[in-house]
């Protein structure tokens, strides 16, 4: 077994720093490639299904045909999850990143015979460097910024295809980290209702009631969607509509949802508290009952991935101290 991780690429494993595309692909010429990220939870993939759905969604969207169904393509991830097994086994949780372009653009391609189809990427990534940077902020919650960066509408290009064009995210991140370096976009709509986060969505809690964006200018977050489906099972009612600033800053709680932690709470937004400025007792609730859905306490795992962190750079320090 190699020590690199290995990568799926086209339809055969390649290690990591092998795993490269053509200057000439079409993601990087015209940034048409879409993509999923799926987590596992105690190493299982959570949800793989939906997030296969979403990305042949994408590919129908972006007129893009990768060569394999569904089951095929499900099929290579188990495999790459397989031949990474050892290198994933740390005791914490992986992601799975799908990457699906069109290949080599058109005229180009005559100079890359060896890559005649479609880019089909298929990698997998610890977790444990990420969930220790979320640990405080499960505590603490995070604060929040509106950059003047709008989403971009689904009448443009369809937010709904998770797709790598993500300057419009980048600008928004850049925006919100000029007023504050830690801080989340919350990016509104054209019309100023709020839309999403730059790599999540958005949920708001008002009067014991849950509030999301209708899944319009939005990727339709199959944590989103989990989340949408928990709430009905804990009997918290659920209302999916537009939503303004104004109902961020008058909420009683607000979290950020994506696949790599779940459930984020929001108890800050430009500078105010939102609610009474900590984690809600309905974004809590939420939280534990996804932990016990998963078999995973989102939290401890966090802050256990913290300590090995810090128990690993304590050793190297000793280590160059030595
Ligand atoms: C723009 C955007 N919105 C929402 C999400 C959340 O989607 P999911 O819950 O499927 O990870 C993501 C995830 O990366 C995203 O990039």
Request: negative net charge.
């Given at each position: 077994m190699s020590s690199e991780l290995l990568v799926y690429m086209s339809g055969s494993f390649v290690p990591l720093s092998a795993a490269n595309v053509s200057i000439f692909d079409s993601a990087l010429m015209y940034g048409d490639m879409v993509f999923e990220v799926t987590r596992?939870?105690?190493?299982?993939?959570?949800?793989?299904?939906?997030?296969?759905?979403?990305?042949?969604?994408?590919?129908?969207?972006?007129?893009?045909?990768?060569g394999l169904s569904l089951a095929e393509l499900e099929a290579a991830?188990?495999?790459?999850?397989?031949?990474?097994?050892?290198q994933l086994a740390d005791g914490f949780d992986f992601q799975i990143t799908h990457n699906v372009s069109p290949g080599v653009f058109g005229y180009y391609r005559s100079a890359f015979?060896?890559?005649?189809?479609?880019?089909?990427?298929?990698?997998?990534?610890?977790?444990r460097a990420r969930l220790a940077e979320y640990a405080p902020q499960y505590e603490a919650g995070v604060r929040s910024v509106i950059p003047s960066q709008r989403a971009v509408p689904s009448q443009y290009i369809d937010p709904k295809a998770k797709n790598r064009s993500r300057l419009y995210y980048r600008r928004a991140d850049h925006q919100a980290h000029r007023v504050d370096p830690e801080a989340w976009a919350v990016l509104l709509d054209g019309n100023g209702y709020i839309a999403e986060g730059t790599g999540s969505n958005v949920f708001l809690v008002h009067k014991e009631t849950l509030y999301s964006p209708e899944g319009r200018n939005i990727l339709r977050g199959v944590t989103r969607g989990f989340v949408l489906e928990l709430a009905q099972t804990l009997g918290i009612p659920v209302q999916e509509r537009n939503?303004?600033?104004?109902?961020?800053?008058?909420?009683?709680?607000?979290?950020?949802?994506?696949?790599?932690?779940?459930?984020?709470?929001?108890?800050?937004?430009?500078?105010?508290?939102?609610?009474?400025?900590?984690?809600?007792?309905v974004t809590r609730r939420l939280l534990a009952g996804f932990g016990e859905h998963v078999g995973v306490d989102l939290v401890q795992q966090a802050r256990a991935a913290a300590a090995a962190v810090a128990g690993e750079s304590a050793m190297a320090q000793d280590a160059a101290g030595s």
């Open positions: 596992t939870f105690g190493q299982q993939p959570f949800r793989l299904r939906h997030h296969l759905e979403r990305l042949y969604g994408s590919m129908r969207y972006a007129e893009i045909d990768c991830t188990y495999r790459t999850i397989e031949v990474n097994q050892a015979p060896d890559r005649p189809g479609p880019t089909v990427t298929i990698s997998c990534w610890p977790l939503l303004e600033p104004y109902d961020l800053l008058n909420a009683d709680e607000a979290f950020f949802t994506s696949t790599p932690f779940g459930i984020m709470p929001m108890t800050n937004c430009e500078g105010q508290p939102v609610g009474n400025g900590t984690p809600g007792p």
